[in-house]
């Protein structure tokens, strides 16, 4: 019996090492990992750049508390700001913590605007923001609350992308709106760019904040640096993590100067969050995702991923029926079960995960070369072949 605490259903495989977009057993068995440790680790295994960075600061001080300045953390801050909508950034050590930030930040300020009464968010179906008792609570999946005690107050869900339904949810109550702009547990489900600017809207008209949830799909997992600039609107708060770090556990909650005009001194803190070698690492992958071109490399690579993975969905209709998602988020909609097309793609030695909705979702690095993605592309045809005998059998 494993003294680890049995909450994760484990594939029976374990990885001694990693090199770019490989992981390697103990035998040395190479493995192309397209699920990328759930969307984070941006730039591959074992990157030269996040090593020397990592190694570097490792050597200096790894830990002083948020009592003392961080240089580090002055510099990410004020990199991340540069580049986005906002004016402030508070660092964590995972997306949920992130997310918490961000609704406490929308329910402070109303509070310091008169309005304490205005602390409840909107939610949508399908949603997922962590795992903390807050965020399984906006999640709002019933799996995830079931038998945790009384439901966290404060989230109203919506079951559709409709404008409407936002509209009528909407009372006296309500701060803002809460919102992945790419469902990633959820099934890779695109909000599609018209409805953003649509909350976008209806939050300027009706006094809102809009939160971004770009915890999955943020730092150039789509091809932008942030999945909203597709829709050429920007959010007041937004939580970011997995990529951030690369593989270091890190978050930040970004957020406009008002939006964050009630996080005074002593109001919120974290004691790892943002700490000297957390920020070495987060300042390494930000200087090669903010390097000119790669963005645009991210753009090309799934555009070219995307063509293969058309003709490998209309080779084999009766394992897949589609392909959602943007950038390198990307998922496959499967006919058979997700779980054994994951299972099926791993026995041809290609790492995927699970969606919502019965979608595998394709989660290579940033970095990934055109040859990794005929590899990855070969990889699936033989899982596709395979589970296409499997029912041929069963048949
Ligand atoms: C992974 C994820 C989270 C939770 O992040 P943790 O680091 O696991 O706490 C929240 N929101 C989204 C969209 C995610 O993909």
């Not at 200096?60 to 801050?77: C, D, M, T, Y």
């Not at 304490?116 to 995830?144: M, W």
């Not at 404008?163 to 909000?191: F, S």
């Amino acid at each position: 019996m494993s003294a680890v605490l049995p909450t994760y259903a484990r594939a029976p495989i374990a990885f001694e090492r990693g090199e770019g977009a490989r992981l390697f057993t103990a035998d040395g068995e190479a493995y192309l990992d397209f699920a990328g440790g759930i969307a984070v680790s941006l730039l591959g295994h074992a990157h030269p750049g996040l090593i020397k960075a990592l190694t570097d600061q490792a050597a200096k001080v790894w830990h002083v508390s948020n009592v003392f300045q961080i240089p580090g953390q002055e510099r990410l801050a004020q990199r991340l700001c540069e580049a986005s909508f906002a004016d402030r950034a508070f660092f964590t050590n995972s997306g949920a913590e992130a997310m918490e930030c961000a609704i406490k930040t929308a329910r402070k300020y109303h509070a310091v605007g008169g309005h304490p009464e205005r602390y409840r968010l909107i939610t949508f179906e399908g949603a997922f923001h962590g795992r903390t008792l807050a965020t399984i609570a906006a999640g709002g999946q019933a799996k995830y609350i079931e038998g945790f005690g009384p439901k966290v107050e404060g989230f109203d869900q919506v079951t559709a992308l409709d404008i409407d339904a936002v509209k009528a949810a909407i009372g006296p109550e309500t701060a803002g709106i809460l919102i992945e702009p790419v469902q990633g547990e959820g099934g890779v489900r695109v909000v599609p760019d018209a409805f953003l600017r649509a909350l976008r809207e209806l939050c300027d008209d009706e006094g809102l904040l809009l939160i971004c949830d770009e915890i999955q799909c943020g730092m150039g997992r789509t091809g932008k640096l942030f999945a909203h600039e597709w829709a050429g609107v920007t959010p007041d708060i937004m939580a970011v993590a997995k990529g951030i770090g690369g593989g270091f556990p890190l978050g930040a909650c970004l957020a406009t100067e008002e939006a964050a005009r009630g996080m005074t001194a002593g109001t919120h803190g974290s004691t790892y969050g943002g700490n000297p070698l957390a920020m070495a690492v987060g300042n390494a992958v930000l200087d090669h995702v903010l390097v000119p071109g790669f963005l645009e490399h991210v753009q090309e690579i799934s555009l070219r991923f995307k063509q293969g993975l058309a003709a490998l969905v209309d080779g084999h209709p009766d394992i897949f029926r589609g392909l959602r998602g943007r950038g390198l988020l990307l998922g496959l909609e499967c006919v058979v079960p997700n779980t054994e097309v994951v299972a099926a793609a791993r026995n041809a030695h290609l790492l995927l995960v699970g969606a919502g909705d019965n979608v595998v979702r394709l989660l290579p690095p940033l970095n990934i070369t055109a040859e990794d993605v005929s590899a990855a592309l070969e990889a699936l045809e033989q899982a596709a072949i395979a589970l296409e005998a499997n029912s041929a059998r069963s048949a």
